[in-house]
């Protein structure tokens, strides 16, 4: 027997009838996009206010200085340690804090570190948020990626229906350098995915790494005309995964168009992400 909503009600502006717990579903949405406006905000405050208050206090000695790789490079070699932590630390948070893009972090990690130092760092860093980040999904479910994603952006992935290509889908698109790896990362602990299968396929962002260290190495090596090569190679395979995703979701969305059109096929040939 279907239950009836509880009678309790409220009014919103326009004088409409609201459930309670209507009501309470819209409070949770506001409070979480004002956390991820907050959010937004404060970090460009704090990049905007760090940039001042550097060209305040050093001025062009700054920016002679972050423009030349030797005095970057000896800079990191007075500080071996700190330096690699702080790095660390904040392509960890990158990771963890989802609307800052990563690839300007890639990029300084080859420059200041080189390709292969500056590639281990991120990927170490990678690897630490990204086990957090699944952990987490897994223990409290879809809130934790609303933190940061709107319900409508998570909905509108619709690749991982299926569980037998799960695992193929999404080490292909960690691969490929344009895909919103972001949000791709926070689903994965939706899935039926374990962690162990999670481990092999995070090590498929090692190409999309490459390509930002390896511009970044050559920008501090001064060697400009290859590091443009790279960035123009780089872009071209970027479009492609772009391409490459949108089509894939879209072939997605319609086959579940089709499932709903057709109810007499296997329902349990698609597992939805679970909300738990």
Known sequence: MKEDKPVTMARNRAGSKLYISDARALYAVRRRRMFQRSLTIGILVLTMTASILVYIYWGEAAIDFF???LQVRAMVSRHPVSSRLIFFF???MQVVIAIIP????ELAAGYAFGVVEGTLICIAAI???SILIFLLVKRFGRPVIELFFEPERIDQVRLFRRPGQLNVLMYILLFLPGTPKDILTYL?????MRLSTWL???SARL?????STVSGGLLGAQNYLYAVSVFAVTAVVALAGILMYNRLNKRARQEELLQKQDPGEDSQAR????DA
């Open 271 to 274: 597992e939805p992400l679970s």
């Open 90 to 92: 904040a392509n960890f």
């Open 127 to 129: 690897y630490a948020a």
């Open 200 to 202: 092999i396929i995070i």
């Open 188 to 192: 994965a602990g939706l899935t039926p």
């Open 67 to 69: 423009s030349d790789p």
């Open 207 to 211: 190409l999309s790494v490459v390509t």
């Open 102 to 105: 990563g690839e300007p972090f």
